[in-house]
């Protein structure tokens, strides 16, 4: 079970990767361009919010289940010192959640606005800094060679 959830985690990024680039670059260009906010850019705003929803429910799952970096591991004396539990147990999960947030307080920010500008100029804020802060919390196999992009 531990492994299909990891796979889930793992491969179901690259959607909130994928879907929070295009986004950010909705919001840019249409910000930019003075466009009207259409109807993609909401789809593409809702499918950013709710994969970054469906990482977090499935992250959930291994954090408080089935992780061995979980919740578990940090009860452990020393978790803190060490930098892999620690980021898996503590930096990873906070600032992915705090991104899920932002990206839902954002959403919500432009359905509320009536201005096409303005609903451009709240998505590129807010979704940009949620995906900041996604890109800044995957633990990329570029830097640690034991980690891989893709789990199989």
Sequence with gaps: MYQTLLLLHSWSRWFVVIFGLIAVYRAFVGYNGRRPFVSADNGMSAAFSGFMWLQVLIGFGLYFGLSPYGLNAMKQAGAM???????????????????????????????????????????????????VLVLLMIPWGIWNPARPLFHF
Excluded: C, N
């Design 81 to 131: 010192k060490d930098p892999t539990t620690r980021f898996f147990g503590m930096e990873h999960v906070v600032v992915m959640i705090l991104a899920a947030i932002v990206a839902q307080v954002g959403r919500i920010a432009v359905k509320k606005t009536a201005d096409s500008t303005q609903k451009h100029r709240k998505a590129l804020l807010y979704f940009g800094i949620a995906l």
